[in-house]
């Protein structure tokens, strides 16, 4: 115990704080104000990300459902130019409008954007959204068994 706290008055305090007997705050261990106010800027950061990728995947579920059910059908028929299934899935997706990744094109151009770490829960909170799994399991399926 008197090595630890050797080592924290060491780092942290000073003699007169080892002659007194004071213990240094937790605060003063954990960083700079700087370092500890950044850290109810990243929550929010994390949770208005999680926010948007909610909205985008409730919001663009039913287009997706739509899109995945006309790329499906256009996989079924016939491929005259010789374009390949997935090319023609791919088509017939995209020509749905208001799918989930439509809505947050339009929500980053309102500028509700993140980037760099707090873009995983972006897609934490659309991949959580209801039915958005499925969605994606579906195309992952179709994109593996036509490479």
Do not use: C, H
């Given at each position: 115990?008197?090595?630890?706290?050797?080592r924290?008055?060491?780092?942290?305090?000073d003699?007169?704080?080892?002659?007194?007997?004071?213990?240094?705050?937790?605060?003063?261990?954990a960083g700079?104000?700087?370092?500890?106010?950044?850290v109810?800027?990243a929550?929010?950061?994390?949770?208005?990300?999680?926010a948007?990728?909610?909205?985008?995947?409730?919001?663009?579920?039913?287009?997706?459902?739509?899109?995945?059910?006309?790329?499906?059908?256009?996989?079924?028929t016939?491929?005259?130019?010789?374009?390949?299934?997935?090319q023609?899935?791919a088509?017939?997706?995209?020509?749905?409008p208001?799918t989930?990744?439509?809505i947050?094109?339009?929500?980053?151009?309102?500028?509700w954007?993140?980037?760099?770490?707090?873009?995983d829960?972006?897609?934490?909170?659309?991949?959580?959204?209801?039915?958005?799994?499925?969605?994606l399991g579906?195309r992952?399926?179709?994109?593996?068994?036509?490479?």
């Amino acid at each position: 115990m008197t090595d630890e706290l050797d080592r924290m008055y060491s780092e942290f305090g000073d003699d007169e704080d080892r002659r007194k007997g004071r213990i240094p705050l937790i605060s003063e261990m954990a960083g700079t104000g700087e370092m500890l106010q950044a850290v109810p800027k990243a929550m929010t950061e994390s949770a208005g990300a999680t926010a948007k990728g909610l909205v985008q995947g409730t919001l663009g579920l039913p287009a997706d459902i739509i899109g995945l059910v006309t790329g499906l059908m256009n996989m079924a028929t016939v491929d005259p130019e010789g374009k390949g299934n997935l090319q023609q899935f791919a088509e017939g997706y995209n020509a749905v409008p208001f799918t989930s990744e439509k809505i947050g094109e339009f929500l980053e151009s309102l500028g509700w954007k993140y980037e760099g770490e707090t873009k995983d829960f972006e897609l934490l909170g659309e991949v959580v959204s209801p039915g958005t799994a499925l969605e994606l399991g579906i195309r992952k399926l179709i994109t593996k068994v036509n490479p």
